[in-house]
């Protein structure tokens, strides 16, 4: 075989063949490495990093300013029912307050919701002569029950002419304040967008440049890709969720009233319920711009139904068990309830199942249809 | 001797209408320690039949055997034997050019240093270096290092050198011979002739999904290219000459027309261009350029398809 040509192959510069290594050296595990390689192309990313992290918490701030309790400005007392007026002439020379009387026509839902966020602090309903005043706060909110004192250290001053009497009640049974409403809210965004966008646009993007093709064309076991997808958003969303609640807490004196444990546990299966759905949209999508429509298609329904702006109960009674059977919508669901009214999560069978099925079998679907190519 | 590979009557077809027969059997017995060529026009069945030979696609009927196992029975056992540069992978643009490499050497239960798969490919400078930043010819090096990092026995390698500048080629056919010089399989494929002829030991030239011809570069030039090639162009306005004017001139063997170029396959060039001249003068006929080589994998294979290799031909 020795032939001009063979020649050519064996040029000065070519160094001799060396002996086979074979030996173990010091890699870490595929799936870390897969984990890390989730981490660094996140984090290598800035603006990545600012939608995942800065935008919802600018949302908070810009919604939570927004529905403010002014501390300023004057405490707002709004004043219901046939006695208002006279109630109305004790309470208007007091500089604190800013009193305001609704008309007739203004329905309890009406000044219950506005007592909720945090439009007003204190409803005084003023029933026929005889009977005592309502003084309705908010409960646990401190403008609340500065109003309260004020008017009653008023309604004091007034006895010797006025023999009215009055009682204090709360309104509690819902959320207080509307930024308290919110967070879990956005919290539930927060998981919904990073399962969609971050797992589906990561494994999109991965196809595209042919690098799932490479990887299943190494010994890579498909496993623990997909398990690295997992567990990388994970890492993000529960910094994510950290993030959201702790400058809830600092800024808006947000608080969880049921058990961190459990919030986290519907966090945790909430989550994986997004990112179970955000694989499965990818399976089989080829270009990004098909992958924005998918997920468009998915979170503007969510957005509506889902209650992260308003509640959802707003819906007509037919549509309500629907509703309950959209993950999204138990997750936010679940935690509202762990947060606001301070629920176990034994109390949330079906919310949680409902996730948990839509979880498994979203993922399931997924490994079975997914596509390396 | 010992097989690297072996298929046999190996075929692919897409449904659709009409179904669309990418490889129409094809038998292949590759060696190991050698480097096989498969060759062929843009769409001949190339990556096809690569990607059935890597486990990639699934063949629609026939067998293929990897160091004796098939891949049917034994994807786990054959897998990590091989390394796999596909056709333009776009790597993560964020990660360095050494964590790419570690990724892929985590898949490997043994295998070589990340740092040594980058000496090999003369990339240990651009270790820290982001994807990103890398040029075609770098980017391609850094997709045979991800290959090689496993210390495969077979080496795949599709169009390695597709769109680079000559520098960059040169520069991937000698890690090519690196890794062939230490003993392993290589199996490639191109529509460089000239690649072909300067790495393969053996070739297969494909077309329309069959094997056309099989041997080493020499033997398909001896038996297929011809001793020498003459080619000319006739000056604008003059008519055209026929084939069987052409097989006239002496020392001729055969002739080859392609638009305004023609070819003809002689045994003793001097002579024919000789002749070839007087044909011209006597007809009135005058040639504008005319030039004459030793036969290449080209000439071989246009005789054999009856059409360049790429309409872009000869770099």
């Known amino acids: ?373 | 001797m010992n097989l690297a590979l072996c298929a046999r009557s190996l075929t692919k077809s897409y449904k659709g209408k009409p179904v669309v027969h990418a490889v129409r059997g094809i038998d292949l017995d590759i060696r190991s320690g050698e480097c096989f060529g498969l060759l062929g026009p843009n769409g001949a069945g190339k990556t096809t039949t690569l990607e059935m030979l890597e486990g990639l696609t699934e063949p629609t009927d026939g067998s293929i055997e990897v160091f004796s196992q098939s891949w049917k029975t034994h994807a786990n056992q054959i897998r990590p034997m091989l390394g796999i540069t596909l056709q333009e992978t776009r790597f993560m643009d964020d990660l360095s050019v050494l964590e790419t490499v570690r990724l892929f050497r985590s898949f490997y239960a043994t295998g070589i240093e990340p740092q040594e798969a980058l000496e090999t490919v003369s990339l240990q400078e651009k270790c820290n270096a982001k994807v990103e930043q890398l040029s075609g010819g770098q980017l391609q090096r850094l997709a045979i290092a991800t290959a090689i990092v496993g210390d495969p026995k077979l080496l795949f390698l599709d169009e390695p050198t597709t769109g680079l500048d000559p520098q960059s080629r040169r520069e991937l056919w000698d890690v090519v011979r690196k890794f062939r010089a230490m003993g392993k399989t290589i199996v490639l494929t191109t529509h460089y002739m000239d690649e072909a002829e300067q790495l393969c030991d053996r070739i297969a030239i494909i077309d329309y999904g069959k094997i056309i011809a099989l041997g080493t570069p020499k033997d398909l030039i001896d038996k297929h290219g011809g001793q020498q090639i003459i080619e000319f162009v006739l000056a604008s306005g003059n008519t055209p000459l026929d084939e069987s004017a052409l097989l006239e001139v002496a020392s001729v063997q055969q002739v080859h027309i392609d638009a305004e170029r023609y070819r003809l396959w002689v045994v003793e060039p001097i002579k024919a261009i000789q002749s070839l001249l007087r044909v011209c003068e006597n007809s009135k006929r005058e040639i504008a350029e005319v030039s004459s080589h030793r036969a290449t994998l080209e000439d071989a294979f246009i005789n054999l398809t009856g059409r360049q290799l790429r309409e872009d031909s000869q770099s």
């Open chain 1, 1 to 373: 075989m020795n032939t001009p040509i063979r020649d050519l192959k064996s040029p000065a510069n070519v160094t001799p063949p060396s002996p086979t290594r074979r030996k173990k050296i010091n890699v870490l595990s595929p799936l870390l490495e897969l984990v890390l390689v989730r981490i660094r192309v996140f984090i290598r990313k800035p603006q990545a990093v600012f939608w995942t992290y800065g935008f919802p918490l600018l949302m908070l701030l810009a919604l939570g300013f927004a529905f403010r309790e002014g501390s300023e400005t004057k405490l707002e007392v709004e004043l219901i029912g046939a006695q208002r007026d006279t109630v109305a002439a004790i309470l208007q020379a007091v500089p604190e307050l800013n009193v305001a009387t609704l008309s007739d026509e203004s329905t309890d839902s009406d000044w219950k919701r506005r007592l909720q966020s945090g439009k007003t602090r204190l409803v005084v309903r003023c029933n026929e002569t005889g009977e005592p005043l309502q003084l309705w706060g908010s409960l646990g909110r401190a403008e609340s029950q500065l109003a309260t004192a004020i008017v009653e250290r008023e309604l004091w001053k007034a006895k010797p002419t006025n023999e009215t009497s009055w009682e204090v009640l709360k309104l509690s049974d819902e959320g207080d304040r509307y930024i308290d409403f919110l967070v879990p809210g956005i919290m539930a965004l927060n998981l919904l967008s990073g399962g969609l966008w971050g797992t589906g646009f990561m494994v999109v993007d991965m196809r595209i440049r042919g690098l799932l093709k490479r990887l299943i064309a190494a010994p890579m076991r498909r496993r623990d890709f997909l398990l690295s997808l997992l567990i990388g958003r994970f890492l993000f969303s529960i910094l994510e969720q950290l993030a959201i609640l702790v400058f809830a807490y600092f800024v808006f004196g947000v608080v969880c009233r049921g058990s961190m444990l459990h919030l986290w546990i519907v966090i945790v299966i909430g989550g994986s319920s997004m990112i179970a759905l955000g694989l499965l949209i990818a399976t089989r999508v080829k270009t990004m711009e098909a992958m924005s429509g998918w997920i468009n298609l998915l979170m503007i329904p969510m957005w509506i139904a889902g209650g992260v702006f308003f509640s959802a109960d707003r819906f007509p009674d037919s549509m309500q068990l629907i509703l309950k059977l959209i993950p999204f919508v138990a997750m936010t669901d679940s935690l509202r309830a762990i947060m606001l009214d301070g629920q176990s999560i034994s109390a949330l069978g079906f919310p949680i199942l409902v996730m948990s099925v839509w979880g498994v079998c979203c993922f399931a679907i997924a490994i079975k249809i997914f596509r390396w190519r």
